[in-house]
Every structure is written in C-alpha cells, then in structure tokens.
C-alpha cells in the first residue's frame, strides 16, 4: 500500500454544495496532515493543516483527522467556481523531514 | 509571507545540455526540496537539503544533482538534459523538522527538445 492513497476520481458538484475529499495512510507513525490545493498550472499552495484527532475549522473548509481509522478528510463548504482545483493531501512522519504526497483529487464545482 | 521564488517559468532546452534550475527562500527555512510533477505520476521529490551544503536523495534523483552553497538558495542541475526530463519542476521548502509545513515555489516548466 502506497503511503498517501487518495482514490475518488474527479468530483464534480453544484455550486452552493458540499465536497468531501477524503485520504487514507499507512504508516501509524505519522504526525501531521495537510492539504494543498493547486489550480491548473500552479503550484500547490496549502489550505490547512492537522495534528489532531478530531476536527479543524478554517472558513469554507474543515479537515477531520481519524488516526484509529487512518484517514483524513476535507470538506469544502458552501463550494464556489473557484474552488475548481486539485487537492493534494500530504503527511509527515516522526523524525523525518519529508512530505509524502498522494496524487491529487480533482474538484470542479459547476455554477 | 513565505516566498520561495524560481529563476525561469518557462525553459526549453536541447538534448544533452546542462540545464540549472534556482530556487530562493527568504525565511531562513533550513530545508529544501526539489519535485517534479507530471500527469498522472503526482509530485515526485528528486532531492532535499537540511542544511548548507547538506543533500540527501528523494525517489527520483538519477539524472540530477543538486547543490546548496547557501542556506537561502538550492539550485538542481540536470547534468544532460533527456526528454523524459521535461516536466513542471517545482521547489518548496520547510522552516525545520517538526515544523513541516512546505511552500512552494511557481515552478519551472521545462521542455527538454
């Protein structure tokens, strides 16, 4: 199993709804989780982060952590036009310094 | 703010030329990173640095090498260039281990002809 797994192919909702990304991990020893998003062409740029079980609000968005469960999710509220991107979710581990990065959700959001 | 900057948006370059990519940081981060992203293929980290003078591979390094002369600037250097080397390039760094949030640079977007 790859270490950041982010399966969905892309997520197409109406404007106004909710998109939930979600990202599952193998290694138990990682710490923190961020996600990025990155328009076409652009580079990632990041949107939060995590360390702790449980929820974390900022804005439209909210990123939940489960680390029993091995996942972490986003959930885009309220989605715009503008929030037509690729997310990528990203985790660190204990005593590295390295991110490892799964590939990428598309979310377009059609008006 | 963070800003990571990177020399070119734009490059194309010839077979077998020796091609030099920089990336600046103003934030006094200790490391540095160099990815490559390509369709389907996700970000791919070819080398990092931890400090001045300090390299360590990522996944992807045969090709490259990297140099950090100082603690503000990390430069990959594709020895000879090869088409499968084109690719959006990008640079990121982080302020230390433990605090691992990256930034990111624009990205250099290479062609290799």
């Known amino acids: 199993q790859k270490e950041v797994e982010q399966n969905s192919g892309p997520l197409s909702v109406p404007e106004g709804a909710i998109a939930s990304l979600n990202c599952t991990y193998s290694?138990?020893?990682?710490?923190?989780f961020f996600w990025y998003r990155q328009y076409s062409g652009k580079s990632p740029e990041l949107i939060m982060f995590i360390y702790s079980n449980g929820d974390k609000e900022d804005g439209r968005f909210t990123a939940q952590l489960n680390k029993a469960s091995q996942y972490v999710s986003l959930l885009i509220r309220d989605s715009q036009p503008s929030d037509s991107a690729t997310y990528l979710c990203a985790l660190s581990i204990y005593g590295n310094n390295r991110l490892a990065f799964g590939k990428g959700n598309q979310v377009v959001v059609i008006p | 703010d963070v800003k990571v900057t990177q020399s070119s948006r734009y490059l194309v370059k010839r077979t077998g030329e020796k091609v030099f990519l920089e990336c600046v940081q103003d934030?006094?981060?200790?490391?540095m990173f160099w990815y490559r992203q390509d369709p389907g293929l996700g970000l791919r980290l070819i080398y990092f640095?931890?400090?001045?003078?300090?390299?360590e591979k990522g996944d992807i390094p045969e090709g490259y090498s990297v140099s950090r002369e100082k603690k503000e600037r990390f430069s990959l250097i594709l020895e000879s260039a090869s088409t499968n080397q084109t690719s959006m390039y990008l640079c990121a760094s982080s302020l230390l281990m433990g605090q691992e949030t990256q930034y990111f640079g624009p990205g250099t977007r290479l062609l290799v002809l």
């Open positions: 934030m006094d981060h200790e490391n």
């Open positions: 290694d138990r020893g990682s710490q923190s």
């Open positions: 640095s931890y400090d001045v003078k300090m390299k």
